[in-house]
């Protein structure tokens, strides 16, 4: 089956003031969770379609080169298939497997074209 596209972050170095944009632009809510400067962003409503986002501090993934673009994440059946086939297609592992309790497990990974990539094995019982 297709990787489908289940998460999104948003990076920022004033992330108060990207809250404040994105709130007024796009009329999304945020919910603090986790780290400080971590936000849940809640685009759409749960009866309508809606993809799971985060606000979050800037951050290097691919090193020496900050993070200026979101960051896409991407649903798979098995995590470590996909680090298999990333590393065999040429691309790089940025992040080695990474549990998040209650959500799943996650890895990151360098494509050809230089974009940083997550993909995540979700967590059956969410």
């Known amino acids: ?10 990076n920022a170095d004033d ?7 994105y709130e007024q632009v796009f009329g999304w809510t945020f919910t603090a969770w986790g780290p400080p400067d971590f936000y849940h962003i809640h685009t759409g409503t749960e009866e309508g379609p809606r ?4 606000l979050q501090q800037r951050r290097e993934l691919i090193a020496g080169k ?19 086939a990333v590393v065999a297609a040429g691309g790089r592992i ?3 497997r990474f549990t998040i309790s209650g959500v799943g497990h996650l890895i ?3 494509d050809l074209a230089g974009n ?3 993909a995540m094995q979700y967590d059956p019982a969410d």
């Open 116 to 118: 940083a990539i997550g």
């Open 15 to 21: 992330v108060p003031a990207a809250r404040t944009f």
């Open 94 to 96: 940025l992040m080695e």
């Open 51 to 54: 993809v799971q986002g985060a």
């Open 108 to 110: 990151f990974f360098e």
């Open 66 to 84: 900050p993070t200026l673009t979101p960051e896409c994440t991407f649903a798979v059946g098995d995590v470590d298939a996909t680090a298999q």
């Open 1 to 10: 089956m297709p990787a489908q596209l289940a998460h999104f972050a948003l």
